[in-house]
């Protein structure tokens, strides 16, 4: 029995194919998980800012300043 290279690509080929789009679906599934839905509402800088002023993570002086730098 003769194992020539046409059987070998008779069943390595499409496993090939087949593990490609496998790993071409998954990382395509994994991006889409971190992409903001349509119409869901984003932040404004504004917004954050004040966040951040909450947390304590900026001084009031700091969050004064970013404000009127946002503002311009």
Not at 17 to 33: C, E, H, P, T
Request: no cysteine.
């Amino acid at each position: 029995m003769m194992f020539g290279g046409g059987m070998l690509l008779g069943w390595l080929l499409p496993l090939i194919l087949l593990v490609l789009a496998g790993m071409w679906l998954f990382n395509n599934a994994a991006g889409n998980r971190t992409e903001t839905l349509p119409g869901a509402s984003q932040k404004t800088p504004e917004e954050i800012l004040k966040e951040r002023y909450a947390r304590g993570e900026i001084s009031r002086e700091e969050f004064e300043s970013m404000r009127q730098a946002l503002r311009q």
